[in-house]
């Protein structure tokens, strides 16, 4: 086998389930790899390097080959999209299923087409799979997330071994049919290419319906998490109205004492008398945040009052609308996950003197947008992309797929012991 041709099956291979990952998992965020990322992928290319250019067998060079780059896509889609361990192999293992069906109905339809070579088929038909997956990718561009198929482990492990088995079964009916000679051989290629295309759809069809049920779960959690958030707010507005109606019962009797003080010339008890009146009106006022949209007051005085009892000091600076574009759901999924990633990242912090969090609230002509600064416990990005253990590493992900629905965008970073988000979504 020319070695020209072996890179090519494993670079092809490579880029095959690069592009899956990318386009129908939803790893679309990349990096930079770290040091010990780049030693990976050097063996990995040594690896393939040995495998295309050893002089082995024609019989085992081709399934090696394809292993190699099975190696090599997992290694580079857990260095550069910096995946979980057990949800690389879980999902490379469903998309495994669901390419190898995919491949061997085209490589029937080459057969059928006399192109009988097994290199020059797999030449062929990777460079298909490849193209339509990014074509799915670039016409439904405004839509991806509806083309995130990413599993939970479990599920991802019980769809496998469900379907592994239709695999093997529709591969041996390729390899026993290729070479049908007989009038019957029309019918039977027919039957084999719309097998493969059942196989393929419905496999789809159940992944995306599964992934359609969780995030009905997840909005019907997000709802309820809402409705307490806004019972509690109910509640202190109701504590707040209670408090300010006993201050304005007291406010003839203390203005009466405040002209005693002032008519008797003892001017340092009515200075001193008005300086806790003044303080007492100010706590009244500081005891909830409005920043004219309802669900954000909800939001802010749910996470925030409990940060500023530990020592936290708070800043929260304009306002938004309170009938805004974005659905309610949404509007409360981005400000609650970065709220409670926020709130856990500052509990973490021991020095009570070193805790705050500084948010922005800002609207435009085009665009609204909500900037939240606070300090962590880590001290830059590369820690925080290695290690979800700090608090932000959840929801962050919830956030993103709800901006990004709505044709906005969504930032982050991690620099000195300060994370910053941003969120910038149409007025």
Known sequence: ?????????????VLEYFSVFYVFIGCTKLTVPTFRGYLALFFTFCLDCIVALLPTLEDIRYP?????????????IKVVMRTDTKFTLTMFAVSFVVLTVVENLLEFVLKVANITDLRTETLLYLPIIILSVWLTHF??????????????????VRFTLALLPITLLFAYLVYRFQALNTPASLLVSALIVLSGIIIVVRSLLYIYHFIGMQRAKHEC????????????????????????KKYRHDA???????????????????KSYLDQLLGRLQTISRSDFNV????????LNYYLPP????????????????RMRIPEVDLCTIVSNLLKNASEAIQKIPNINARWIAIGLNVGTMFWSIGIRNSAAIQDSTMLAESNRIGHGYGLGNVRRAVEDHGGEFAYKLIDGVFYAEVDLPV
Request: hydrophobic residues 40%.
């Open 64 to 76: 090696l080959l394809l292993l190699a780059g099975y190696l090599s896509a997992m290694v580079l």
């Open 252 to 270: 003839t009797a203390q203005l009466t004492q405040l002209q005693y003080f002032l008519t008797c010339g003892e001017m340092d008890k009515a």
């Open 221 to 244: 959690r997000t709802v309820g998490h809402y409705v307490e958030q806004q019972r509690r707010y109910f509640e202190l507005l109701l504590n707040k109205e209670e408090e300010t």
């Open 292 to 299: 004219g949209n309802e669900i954000v007051n909800a939001l």
């Open 1 to 13: 086998m020319h070695v020209m041709t072996s890179f090519g099956i494993i670079g092809l291979t």
């Open 139 to 156: 016409i439904s561009k405004r839509d991806t997330n509806q083309f995130v198929l990413s599993l939970p482990l479990k599920s991802g």
């Open 307 to 322: 940060l500023m009892k530990l020592g936290c000091r708070v800043c929260v600076t304009g306002s938004l609308p309170d």
